[in-house]
Protein backbone atom coordinates (compact mmCIF):
# COMPACT_ATOMS: atom_id res chain seq x y z
CA UNK A 1 0.00 0.00 0.00
CA UNK A 2 2.60 2.40 1.01
CA UNK A 3 5.01 1.48 -2.33
CA UNK A 4 7.37 0.15 0.72
CA UNK A 5 11.34 -0.84 -0.72
CA UNK A 6 13.50 -3.43 0.63
CA UNK A 7 16.62 -3.83 -0.09
CA UNK A 8 19.78 -6.09 1.15
CA UNK A 9 22.67 -4.44 1.86
CA UNK A 10 25.55 -7.06 2.03
CA UNK A 11 28.41 -6.26 4.35
CA UNK A 12 32.30 -7.06 3.87
CA UNK A 13 33.89 -9.77 5.69
CA UNK A 14 30.83 -10.77 6.84
CA UNK A 15 28.18 -13.93 6.16
CA UNK A 16 25.04 -11.60 7.04
CA UNK A 17 23.10 -8.68 5.85
CA UNK A 18 21.26 -5.63 6.48
CA UNK A 19 17.53 -5.23 5.01
CA UNK A 20 16.82 -1.61 4.62
CA UNK A 21 12.98 -0.93 3.85
CA UNK A 22 12.29 2.67 2.88
CA UNK A 23 8.74 3.59 2.50
CA UNK A 24 7.38 6.10 -0.48
CA UNK A 25 6.28 9.83 0.51
CA UNK A 26 2.26 10.13 0.24
CA UNK A 27 1.78 12.51 -2.57
CA UNK A 28 -1.61 14.22 -1.30
CA UNK A 29 -1.86 16.23 -4.81
CA UNK A 30 -1.86 13.09 -6.71
CA UNK A 31 -4.73 12.86 -9.51
CA UNK A 32 -4.32 8.75 -10.11
CA UNK A 33 -7.31 7.74 -9.03
CA UNK A 34 -6.60 3.86 -8.80
CA UNK A 35 -3.80 5.10 -5.75
CA UNK A 36 -6.36 7.67 -4.54
CA UNK A 37 -9.25 5.09 -4.13
CA UNK A 38 -6.80 2.30 -2.50
CA UNK A 39 -5.46 4.62 0.16
CA UNK A 40 -8.90 5.62 0.76
CA UNK A 41 -10.20 1.70 1.13
CA UNK A 42 -7.24 0.91 3.15
CA UNK A 43 -6.83 4.29 5.00
CA UNK A 44 -6.26 2.83 8.48
CA UNK A 45 -3.92 -0.03 7.14
CA UNK A 46 -1.51 1.73 5.23
CA UNK A 47 -0.76 4.19 8.59
CA UNK A 48 -3.66 6.55 8.51
CA UNK A 49 -2.54 9.66 9.17
CA UNK A 50 0.52 9.07 10.12
CA UNK A 51 1.30 7.78 5.98
CA UNK A 52 -0.94 10.48 4.21
CA UNK A 53 -0.99 13.60 6.66
CA UNK A 54 -4.79 13.65 5.84
CA UNK A 55 -7.86 12.86 7.94
CA UNK A 56 -10.17 10.06 7.07
CA UNK A 57 -13.27 11.45 8.71
CA UNK A 58 -15.24 12.57 5.11
CA UNK A 59 -13.76 8.81 3.64
CA UNK A 60 -13.97 6.72 6.89
CA UNK A 61 -17.00 5.13 5.19
CA UNK A 62 -14.84 3.69 2.50
CA UNK A 63 -12.09 2.51 4.25
CA UNK A 64 -12.02 -1.55 4.91
CA UNK A 65 -9.08 -1.73 7.18
CA UNK A 66 -11.14 -2.97 9.79
CA UNK A 67 -12.80 -5.86 7.27
CA UNK A 68 -8.48 -6.74 7.04
CA UNK A 69 -8.43 -6.79 10.93
CA UNK A 70 -11.35 -9.25 11.35
CA UNK A 71 -9.85 -12.05 9.05
CA UNK A 72 -11.43 -10.91 5.64
CA UNK A 73 -9.45 -10.59 2.55
CA UNK A 74 -10.56 -7.38 0.58
CA UNK A 75 -10.18 -7.92 -3.49
CA UNK A 76 -9.54 -4.78 -4.62
CA UNK A 77 -9.77 -4.22 -8.32
CA UNK A 78 -9.56 -1.74 -11.34
CA UNK A 79 -12.40 -3.16 -14.48
CA UNK A 80 -11.49 -1.12 -17.98
CA UNK A 81 -14.97 -1.76 -18.89
CA UNK A 82 -17.50 0.48 -17.73
CA UNK A 83 -20.47 -1.71 -15.86
CA UNK A 84 -23.26 1.16 -16.20
CA UNK A 85 -23.98 2.93 -19.25
CA UNK A 86 -24.13 6.76 -18.92
CA UNK A 87 -26.89 9.19 -20.94
CA UNK A 88 -27.70 13.01 -21.40
CA UNK A 89 -30.82 13.51 -22.80
CA UNK A 90 -31.51 10.17 -24.12
CA UNK A 91 -27.92 9.78 -25.87
CA UNK A 92 -25.65 7.36 -24.69
CA UNK A 93 -22.38 9.28 -23.56
CA UNK A 94 -18.62 8.13 -24.79
CA UNK A 95 -17.08 6.18 -21.84
CA UNK A 96 -13.70 4.81 -23.88
CA UNK A 97 -11.97 6.41 -20.71
CA UNK A 98 -14.39 5.04 -17.84
CA UNK A 99 -13.17 2.82 -15.52
CA UNK A 100 -15.11 0.61 -12.78
CA UNK A 101 -13.90 0.01 -9.36
CA UNK A 102 -15.03 -3.37 -7.71
CA UNK A 103 -14.52 -4.02 -3.93
CA UNK A 104 -15.23 -7.73 -2.42
CA UNK A 105 -14.69 -8.92 0.93
CA UNK A 106 -14.37 -12.30 1.19
CA UNK A 107 -14.96 -14.30 4.37
CA UNK A 108 -11.48 -16.55 5.07
CA UNK A 109 -11.51 -19.62 6.98
CA UNK A 110 -8.92 -21.09 9.21
CA UNK A 111 -7.59 -24.61 8.40
CA UNK A 112 -5.40 -26.78 10.18
CA UNK A 113 -5.41 -29.24 8.12
CA UNK A 114 -2.49 -28.76 5.36
CA UNK A 115 -2.88 -30.08 1.91
CA UNK A 116 0.41 -31.05 0.25
CA UNK A 117 -1.11 -31.09 -3.47
CA UNK A 118 -3.76 -28.92 -5.46
CA UNK A 119 -6.73 -30.74 -6.02
CA UNK A 120 -7.39 -32.67 -9.50
CA UNK A 121 -10.22 -31.26 -11.48
CA UNK A 122 -10.15 -34.09 -13.40
CA UNK A 123 -13.42 -35.97 -12.60
CA UNK A 124 -11.94 -39.39 -13.02
CA UNK A 125 -9.54 -38.67 -10.40
CA UNK A 126 -12.16 -37.45 -7.80
CA UNK A 127 -14.07 -41.33 -8.72
CA UNK A 128 -10.79 -43.44 -7.40
CA UNK A 129 -10.40 -41.27 -4.61
CA UNK A 130 -13.55 -41.70 -3.96
CA UNK A 131 -13.73 -45.91 -3.81
CA UNK A 132 -10.68 -45.59 -2.38
CA UNK A 133 -11.51 -43.63 0.84
CA UNK A 134 -14.41 -45.69 1.58
CA UNK A 135 -14.28 -48.12 4.31
CA UNK A 136 -14.44 -51.56 3.97
CA UNK A 137 -17.68 -53.28 5.13
CA UNK A 138 -19.64 -50.33 4.05
CA UNK A 139 -22.52 -50.06 1.68
CA UNK A 140 -20.82 -48.11 -1.17
CA UNK A 141 -18.49 -50.97 -1.78
Known amino acids: LTRSVSRRIEQK ?3 NATIVTVQT ?4 FAKNTYEILKIL ?8 YGYTGLSNISGEQLDL ?9 VLFAR ?3 PLSV ?3 DENQL ?3 HQDTYIRVVIPVSISIDIQYELPSLDKKDEEKKDQQDTPSGSDNE
Do not use: C, I, V
Request: proline share 3%.
Open 13 to 15: GQN
Open 25 to 28: DYNP
Open 41 to 48: TFHDMSGG
Open 65 to 73: SEQLRLGRA
Open 79 to 81: LDT
Open 86 to 88: AEL
Open 94 to 96: DQK
